[in-house]
């Protein structure tokens, strides 16, 4: 089916520990983008994408490394997971014109003890 | 920085009452301007978007969401809400400022009572 996926869907990890979110997409859209949600803070913005190979940090990057080999695939990683980085992750893609919505995965509750 | 703010941070209503839920951003150029609406437990969803032309836009479900450019807002609004609106609702912008990133608020929370 063609949409925006995302796996693990929850993940339980520990404090030091390296974690990959994976993200894809059907639509061969150019941008792609992660989110963190946590309370209070709505959406942040950590990395995104503006094609295959292009990469920038966002408002809230530290502590993550993002690739971008394929234009359908967008991973997300916790280089050593640390507990301020349990929240929930939204993956997100968008075409290139600028009032195309932006389309988001279902997201990946991330908990680290 | 560019900044939306989102007017109530929790609203509670009973059901058939009428909703205005406002957003306000601070960049005065040409934007693009978007409701999202997440329920609970899932993810975000466009509700509706306006870009150019008729300054009231409609969307799915009965909502619609007004742009003022000189009061630099795009209030949300419903006249009959139902218990299935209860969600979280987030104004985002994007704008030649904001580069290639949409600028979300910070959310509101709707609760609809039966």
């Known amino acids: 089916d063609a949409g925006i996926t995302q796996s693990p869907r929850y993940k339980i990890t520990e404090t030091g520990r390296q974690v990959t979110l994976m993200c894809h997409q059907t639509?061969?859209?150019?941008?792609m983008f992660w989110y963190r949600q946590d309370l209070g803070h709505g959406l942040r913005l950590i990395y995104y994408s503006a094609a295959a190979d292009i990469t920038d940090k966002g408002e809230v990057s530290d502590g993550y490394v993002v690739s971008r080999s394929k234009t359908e695939n967008f991973p997300l990683t916790l280089e050593s997971a640390t507990r301020s980085q349990t929240s929930v992750y939204f993956c997100a893609s968008r075409g290139t014109v600028s009032y195309n919505e932006q389309f988001f995965g279902p997201g990946t509750r991330l908990t680290v003890l | 920085a560019q900044s939306v703010s989102q007017h109530n941070h929790h609203v509670i209503l009973s059901e058939a009452a009428s909703l205005e839920l406002g957003c306000n951003y601070s960049?005065?150029?040409?934007?693009?301007l978007f409701w999202y609406v997440q329920y609970p437990g899932q993810h975000l969803q466009l509700l509706l978007k306006?870009?150019?032309?008729?300054?009231l836009v409609k969307g799915i479900k009965g909502f619609e969401a007004e742009f003022i450019k000189s009061k630099f807002s795009f209030n949300l609004r419903k006249p009959s809400v139902q218990w299935s609106d209860t969600a979280e609702y987030f104004c985002a912008v994007l704008g030649a400022n904001y580069g290639q990133n949409f600028v979300f608020g910070p959310g509101t929370r709707l609760s609809v009572l039966p």
């Open positions: 960049y005065g150029g040409t934007v693009n």
């Open positions: 306006y870009f150019s032309g008729d300054p």
């Open positions: 639509w061969s859209h150019s941008y």
